[in-house]
């Protein structure tokens, strides 16, 4: 074959590996967004749970076997992460706790998702305004058609409320 031939069949190759690779990442990315938003929207639920009041619903979002990772200790399993949430609503009646997806990516093999995002917490301590943000990295595990959390640490990178904060010290 002559030089010039091989150089064609080179670049039709590579057109044509071009065009496969487009055309896979163009199917996968419904796919991609589905979990994305699947996981952001059991996220909401969780925020919304927390905000309600209702932490024996937040059993429904989470594999059973379920960490919790904090600076204030672990917590494993679902029966025990509704009680830790229980137990912070009774002591915080105030409490606001959100968590914001920055980003999802998942792994369709595994049938795992990776949210990383920012979170916060706000209450009264002893009459003064209390406040943590810090960031989170969860582990979403895809389960019976849907979305639970298996795992999440959470990180408080910094913390307002003299009374509070300097009890952490």
Known sequence: MRPQARAAVRILLASSIAILVA????IMAPWAKRAEGDVDRQRQQWNQIVAYRKPADL???VTDDVQLITSAGVVSGKKNLARSYASLLQKRPDLVQIFTPESVEWNPKWKFAAERGHWSESWQEQGEDTEIRGSYYALWKLKDGR???YSQIVTPLSCAGARYCKSLE
């Open 147 to 149: 979305w639970r959390l």
């Open 23 to 26: 055309g896979c990442a163009h």
């Open 59 to 61: 059993a429904a979002l």
